[in-house]
């Protein structure tokens, strides 16, 4: 972790990164209730959204739409991403390299850890030289730092989530992504063990506008940075809506129920 490194994902420290790696991780099934959102263009709206600070995408989406919203949106680079059809222990495939990536006009990279996993040894020396070539380019680091693997029996508990963002600090990370482990007290455990690197919140599957807003809450209490989210924004039929939401509640520092007042609003003016 180097202080600042992640400025350009961020903003007054911090983070909501608008995520749209699924079309690899998890097939067009995620893109099936609004399937208008199987177009990257689409999705690449919603990422220009005073609230984004910035969009996570694979190389050929980059490749493909970047281009016409680089003065929108602020290109995080998904370097990692392996496919729903692997059936194997948890593994990601290394897909294009920082170079490439900061050619393209990335301010930061991305890269999924599975700690727990067999293959844990080989993404952990990947992720080194994938942050040591960020660093050469003055790029953010982001970690989706998720254990898993066949030794594992609770992805989810307050002590693997919290030494997950630990993996984060240990490893060179500015900014970890780790699930929510359930409760305000487990989440600021997560927080407190990744001394000053900033942690954000998964968003996960779709819930309902004040479920999801006030687990957001209560990570934002218990010391979370923001939010990285995919399907809680992009399944929406009106996505503009749960990002006033998420704004208010991760920038202005606004309760659930104003948050869901922002929300109210703007899908009563469509």
């Not at 220009?48 to 910035?54: F, I, W, Y």
């Not at 693997?149 to 990370?173: F, H, M, N, V, W």
Request: aromatic share 8%; net charge negative.
């Amino acid at each position: 972790m180097i202080p600042g490194a992640d400025d350009a994902i961020t903003r007054d420290g911090k983070a909501l990164i608008l995520a749209y790696d699924h079309g690899l991780e998890h097939g067009p099934v995620d893109f099936e209730p609004v399937p208008q959102t199987t177009d990257p263009s689409t999705v690449f709206d919603v990422g220009t959204h005073d609230a984004v600070t910035a969009i996570a995408v694979q190389k050929g989406v980059a490749e493909a739409y970047y281009p016409s919203y680089e003065d929108d949106v602020t290109l995080l680079a998904k370097l990692n991403g392996t496919s729903n059809l692997w059936m194997g222990e948890p593994d990601s495939a290394v897909n294009w390299s920082v170079d490439y990536a900061a050619e393209l006009g990335a301010d930061a990279i991305g890269f999924t850890f599975y700690g727990g996993s067999n293959h844990e040894v080989e993404m952990a020396e990947e992720f080194r030289r994938a942050q040591e070539q960020a660093r050469e380019h003055d790029m953010g680091v982001v970690m989706w730092s998720y254990p898993r693997g066949q030794g594992l029996k609770d992805d989810t508990s307050p002590d693997t989530i919290a030494y997950a963002s630990r993996l984060g600090l240990e490893l060179g990370a500015d900014i970890a992504k780790v699930k929510y482990p359930g409760s305000a007290d487990a989440m600021n455990w997560a927080v407190q063990s990744a001394g000053d690197m900033k942690v954000v919140m998964s968003g996960g599957s779709k819930t309902s506008d004040e479920a999801f807003l006030s687990t957001v809450r209560e990570a934002m209490d218990a010391g979370a940075s923001g939010l990285a989210v995919g399907r809680n924004v992009f399944q929406r039929e009106n996505p503009e809506a749960i990002l006033d939401g998420l704004e208010a509640v991760i920038f202005d520092d606004a309760s659930v129920e104003e948050a869901l007042g922002a929300t109210a609003g703007l899908e009563a003016s469509d």
